[in-house]
Nanobody, 121 residues
Framework: QVQLVESGGGLVQPGGSLRLSCAAS????????MSWYRQAPGKERELVAT??????NYADSVKGRFIISRDNAKNTVYLQMNSLKPEDTAVYYC????????????????WGQGTQVTVSS
């Protein structure tokens, strides 16, 4: 019913920048909260940043370096990642809290497929 497609990952040197995008499509009535998570090898998935309306929240490890934003008209969330460090290496996942536009309605959480970010010299 709802698909999330991420893009923008890749290999970058320490200190570099990347911008991730996540576009939602499908039977969407409204998107309430959009978030980015990441999972490094051997570690649990962790919340990186969240945006609800105009309010944002960040993990302490990325504050001052990452910026989350959204384009409501495009149902898209972005993650601008600056001053990247090797410890930022992970698969980054988009998550959206969506009210769906179907006969039965409802509010569900959806995940993207993930995009790899590797920070290495």
């Amino acid at each position: 019913q709802v698909q999330l497609v991420e893009s923008g990952g890749g290999l970058v040197q320490p200190g570099g920048s990347l911008r991730l995008s996540c576009a939602a499509s499908g039977s969407i009535l409204s998107i309430n909260r959009m978030s980015w998570y990441r999972q490094a090898p051997g570690k649990e998935r962790e919340l990186v940043a969240t945006i609800i309306g105009g309010a944002t929240n960040y993990a302490d490890s990325v504050k001052g370096r990452f910026i989350i934003s959204r384009d409501n008209a495009k149902n898209t969330v972005y993650l601008q990642m600056n001053s990247l460090k090797p410890e930022d290496t992970a698969v980054y996942y988009c998550n959206a809290d969506v009210t769906i536009a179907t006969m039965t309605g409802g509010r569900f959480a959806y995940w993207g497929q993930g995009t790899q970010v590797t920070v290495s010299s």
